[in-house]
């Protein structure tokens, strides 16, 4: 490791094999916290290479969990870099659970919060849901509520590993580049929310040499999601596109009213609130912008405007409340 940080500080980039070489070795403990300290610590400082970053994914595809049969299903993951440090709720989460709610299986990879206070994780831990790697129990969450919660440290050794640098560091690092394109199950739909350009550029580049169908979204404000308190883009394979939230029909909110909360507790009764269609108006609006974007993404036969549709029908029906009481039956 010191002859690779000296390299490293010495401006000098990795190519795809070392790259993949030293995230394995890191995920088989052969370097100390320090050690990976420093190491994370290099890419807050410059940018990472398409090269380092498709040899960290292989690396992580590689040592992944093996969960293939759940890919029948053909299910999507909606999915945020996180680090754009805005704190926001659990927006994406909720979007995964609206989407299963409107009739459309989905595969949600999520993990505890390194720059917010709740992750994917954190939120389903504050429910009761028992993390589980049995295929059978995520094979019948997917069948019965169109859901299964992948907690990312279980499916992965090399992302067990460095969880407990990432949240003393407490900033974005290149995990949080990483972790939407490394679910297990490898879903071929996705939707995945960055917070800058220049990544979004880097995900089109490797999406394009996939076979996935993707949505690439950033709210140009700086949120690595829909937020409608601004213009956001979305790339796909066929076309990129600038909306504004009120072309849409959505009122444009502001950064506070998304904030979500100072301690895990608050951000669980966020939460609650969208689930039992008590929110603000600008709650549910994200929630509903980013759901709509997932089922278009799924079926882009489907108008923006359709697809926003059925996602606030299924809120406003009660099918979100009923497809996550029965989600928390089966997994808690």
């Known amino acids: 490791m010191?002859?690779?940080?000296?390299?490293?500080?010495?401006?000098?980039?990795?190519?795809?094999?070392?790259?993949?070489?030293?995230?394995?070795?890191m995920a088989a403990g052969e370097y100390n916290d320090s050690q990976i300290a420093a190491?994370?610590?290099?890419y807050l400082m410059r940018s990472i290479s398409i090269e380092e970053f498709m040899g960290f994914a292989d690396a992580l595809v590689?040592?992944?969990?093996?969960?293939?049969?759940?890919?029948?299903?053909d299910p999507i993951d909606i999915v945020g870099t996180g680090g754009d440090?805005?704190?926001?709720?659990?927006?994406?989460?909720?979007?995964?659970?609206?989407?299963?709610?409107?009739?459309?299986?989905?595969?949600?990879?999520?993990?505890y919060g390194a720059t917010s206070v709740s992750g994917a994780s954190t939120v389903m831990e504050q429910h009761g849901v028992k993390f589980t790697t049995d295929i059978g129990k995520l094979e019948n969450s997917l069948e019965k509520t169109n859901i299964a919660f992948l907690h990312a440290p279980l499916f992965n050794n090399a992302l067990k590993v460095v969880a407990p640098v990432r949240k003393a560091l407490g900033v974005r690092t290149f995990f949080n580049m990483l972790g939407p394109v490394v679910n297990p199950i490898r879903p071929k739909k996705q939707v995945l929310g960055v917070f800058?350009?220049?990544?979004?550029?880097?995900?089109?580049?490797?999406?394009?040499?996939?076979?996935?169908?993707?949505?690439?979204?950033?709210g140009l404000d700086g949120y690595d999601e829909i937020s409608l308190t601004g213009d956001f883009k979305v790339i796909t394979k066929q076309e990129e596109s600038i909306y504004t939230p009120e072309e849409l029909g959505f009122r444009r909110c502001e950064e506070n009213d998304l904030d979500g909360g100072r301690t895990a507790e608050e951000a669980a009764a966020i939460f609650d609130n969208v689930i039992n269609n008590t929110a603000t108006e600008a709650q549910k609006n994200a929630v509903i912008a980013?759901?709509?974007i997932a089922i278009y993404t799924i079926d882009p036969l489907l108008s923006v405007e359709e697809c926003i549709s059925k996602a606030t029908e299924s809120i406003d029906s009660g099918r979100l409340k009923e497809t996550f009481k029965k989600f928390l039956e089966l997994n808690s």
């Open 2 to 25: 010191k002859q690779i940080l000296n390299r490293l500080f010495n401006h000098q980039y990795l190519d795809r094999q070392e790259a993949k070489d030293i995230l394995s070795r």
């Open 39 to 42: 190491f994370i610590s290099v």
């Open 62 to 73: 590689d040592l992944r969990t093996n969960v293939d049969a759940l890919s029948a299903y």
């Open 85 to 111: 440090n805005k704190n926001t709720f659990n927006i994406s989460t909720l979007s995964c659970f609206t989407v299963a709610a409107a009739g459309y299986k989905v595969a949600k990879h999520g993990n």
């Open 196 to 218: 800058n350009l220049k990544m979004a550029r880097m995900y089109f580049y490797m999406y394009q040499q996939t076979d996935v169908d993707y949505s690439i979204v950033h």
């Open 290 to 292: 980013n759901s709509a």
